[in-house]
């Protein structure tokens, strides 16, 4: 599976952004996530969806911020990001969780086996 990330840049807090993720192949009993990593901090988990029901999960602190969507017919999944803080500063990593048999969404990104490259949101004050 390969994964095509786009859409990040700079936005003033309190703004809204939307990224993409667009992946090579995709079947029902895969999931999607989103990840972040900032600069001198490990790799954390956003959020996630279910390919087949759409079914979303959420770290805490961006729940009621972030919104996570598909699109089956064009592989794509969609982080929509509002009302933006400074500390959503981060490289933005889309990944691919395989699986052949349906399973509940992990938060580990060691569970998610294909990554796109990352895309930058940078958020001023």
């Known amino acids: 599976v390969q994964l095509q990330a786009s859409g990040g840049g700079l936005v003033q807090a309190g703004g809204s952004l939307r990224l993409s993720c667009t992946a090579s192949?995709?079947?029902?009993?895969?999931?999607m996530g989103w990840f972040r990593q900032a600069p001198g901090k490990e790799r954390e988990f956003v959020g996630a969806?279910?390919?087949?029901?759409?079914?979303?999960d959420y770290e805490d602190s961006v729940r009621g911020r972030f919104t996570i969507s598909r699109d089956g017919a064009k592989n794509t999944m969609y982080l929509q990001m509002n009302s933006l803080k400074p500390e959503d500063t981060a490289v933005y990593y889309c990944?691919?969780?395989?699986?052949?048999?349906?399973?509940?969404?992990?938060?580990?990104?060691?569970?998610?086996?294909?990554w796109g490259r990352g895309t930058q949101v940078t958020v001023s004050s």
């Open positions: 990944s691919t969780r395989a699986s052949s048999r349906a399973i509940s969404i992990s938060r580990l990104f060691s569970d998610y086996g294909y």
């Open positions: 192949v995709m079947f029902a009993q895969y999931h």
């Open positions: 969806i279910t390919w087949r029901n759409g079914k979303t």
